[in-house]
């Protein structure tokens, strides 16, 4: 009699232990939230929360992760794979017991988009709470769990420029370290005035090419001093001139 009391304590433990497990997968938080709650005078440091963003930016591809010591950095892999595992060797290292040495990577393939492949570890990599065994396609906002690491994965395909600040909002701006408010000022309008100069340089450049190319053709009416003077400045513009020197 005792030995069955014993034996359907044991069942209802296991059975809470489960359910607090699925808890666990989906709300990473949760156990310290219940921690903050027992403990409300503890000076309980919250551990932020992780995360992987793959980013295509034109023809660079690359991630962006706090994964590495809880530290973001932008890692760049010239096979577009980003193995992940205790092992120091993998490009994206992780000092968790519970994780193989190899664990798991991420791939990406041109057109198609990221992957989550797991290398056959010994507790699993899942995806939403579902355990993976083939390459996953990965999607934006996407819960992933190697081992006792959660993280979230984002996807960022795009970017937008945008327009320039208003002058007013200029004179609130935090003045650089150099100098004060004026010298941040003129320092913005030297960057829009040499975009604009730029601008202004290459179309020149463009239209004594279209006239190089009509002296090229033999079609031009100019004599030979204006044709070496349109050949003169174009150089003059094409080539920088060295400030150094």
Same mark, same amino acid.
């Given at each position: 009699?005792?030995?069955?009391?014993?034996?359907?304590?044991?069942?209802? #433990?296991?059975?809470?232990?489960?359910?607090?497990?699925?808890?666990?997968?989906?709300?990473?938080?949760?156990?310290?939230?219940?921690?903050?709650?027992?403990? !409300?005078?503890?000076?309980?440091?919250?551990?932020?929360?992780?995360?992987?963003?793959?980013?295509?930016?034109?023809?660079?591809?690359?991630?962006?992760?706090?994964?590495?010591?809880?530290?973001?950095?932008?890692?760049?892999?010239?096979?577009?794979?980003?193995?992940?595992?205790?092992?120091?060797?993998?490009?994206?290292?992780?000092?968790?017991?519970?994780?193989?040495?190899?664990?798991?990577?991420?791939?990406?393939?041109?057109? @198609?988009? *990221?992957?989550?492949?797991?290398?056959?570890?010994?507790?699993?990599?899942?995806?939403?709470?579902?355990?993976?065994?083939?390459? @996953?396609? +990965?999607?934006?906002?996407?819960?992933? #769990?190697?081992?006792?690491?959660? *993280?979230?994965?984002?996807?960022?395909?795009?970017?937008?420029?945008? !327009?320039? /600040?208003?002058? %007013?909002?200029?004179?609130? +701006?935090?003045?650089?370290?150099?100098?004060?408010?004026? %010298?941040?000022?003129?320092?913005? /309008? $030297?960057?829009?005035?040499?975009?604009? %100069?730029? /601008?202004?340089?290459?179309?020149?450049?463009?239209?004594?090419?279209?006239?190089? $190319?009509?002296?090229?053709?033999?079609?031009?009416?100019?004599?030979?001093?204006?044709?070496? %003077?349109?050949?003169?400045? *174009?150089? $003059?513009?094409?080539? !920088?001139?060295?400030?150094?020197?």
């Amino acid at each position: 009699m005792i030995a069955e009391s014993q034996d359907k304590e044991l069942k209802r #433990r296991l059975s809470l232990y489960q359910v607090f497990l699925k808890l666990y997968e989906h709300h990473s938080t949760l156990l310290d939230e219940i921690l903050q709650l027992e403990n !409300p005078d503890s000076q309980l440091t919250l551990v932020k929360g992780h995360y992987l963003q793959g980013v295509v930016d034109g023809s660079a591809v690359y991630v962006n992760t706090n994964l590495c010591n809880n530290q973001t950095q932008a890692l760049r892999q010239p096979q577009q794979i980003w193995t992940i595992g205790r092992d120091r060797n993998n490009g994206i290292y992780i000092a968790d017991q519970y994780l193989s040495r190899r664990h798991a990577a991420i791939q990406y393939i041109q057109n @198609q988009g *990221f992957y989550l492949i797991d290398f056959k570890s010994t507790n699993g990599s899942f995806v939403n709470g579902q355990r993976t065994y083939q390459p @996953q396609k +990965l999607k934006d906002g996407d819960r992933i #769990r190697l081992g006792n690491m959660t *993280f979230d994965f984002f996807l960022s395909y795009s970017s937008r420029i945008l !327009p320039t /600040v208003a002058m %007013e909002l200029l004179m609130q +701006l935090a003045p650089r370290v150099d100098g004060g408010i004026d %010298e941040t000022l003129s320092a913005v /309008v $030297k960057s829009q005035k040499a975009r604009s %100069e730029n /601008v202004d340089n290459n179309v020149e450049i463009y239209r004594e090419l279209s006239l190089i $190319k009509k002296l090229d053709d033999g079609h031009g009416s100019l004599n030979t001093q204006q044709q070496s %003077e349109i050949l003169d400045r *174009f150089f $003059k513009r094409s080539i !920088p001139s060295n400030t150094n020197s």
